[in-house]
């Protein structure tokens, strides 16, 4: 089992910055991919932005070049700190990490969620 706790989320006015915060309760060495996904109301949820144990990422086309993924192993923690919010970046963002089992299938884990604000 791997706990992710989220934290940064907030209100923010068009133009700024936030840097969201997820906390592993597992060593993310163990953890083969992590990544941040948003859901605006009645929107599906959507990848924001991915990055594996050998630190490739990967980001949706609508916030490359504005958003950056990041992880600190000695903390347990994957960032992603965002840049030039847009209204339109307005979503309840949520961290999730994908683990191999020993039996080669995949298990999901999945924070609680954030809000995140964009409004003058």
């Known amino acids: 089992q791997v706990q992710l706790v989220e934290s940064g989320g907030g209100l923010v006015q068009p133009g700024g910055s936030l840097r969201l915060s997820c906390a592993a309760s597992?060593?993310?060495?163990?953890?083969?991919?992590m990544g941040w996904y948003r859901q605006a109301p009645g929107k599906q949820r959507e990848l924001v932005a991915g990055i594996t144990s050998g630190d490739r990422t990967n980001y949706a086309d609508s916030v490359k070049g504005r958003f950056a993924i990041s992880r600190d192993n000695a903390k347990n923690t994957v960032y992603l700190q965002m840049n030039s919010l847009k209204p339109e970046d307005t979503a309840v963002y949520y961290c999730?990490?994908?683990?191999?089992?020993?039996?080669?299938?995949?298990?999901?884990?999945w924070g609680q969620g954030t809000q995140v604000t964009v409004s003058s």
């Open positions: 597992a060593s993310i060495l163990s953890i083969n991919a």
């Open positions: 999730s990490a994908e683990k191999l089992t020993p039996g080669g299938g995949i298990d999901a884990y």
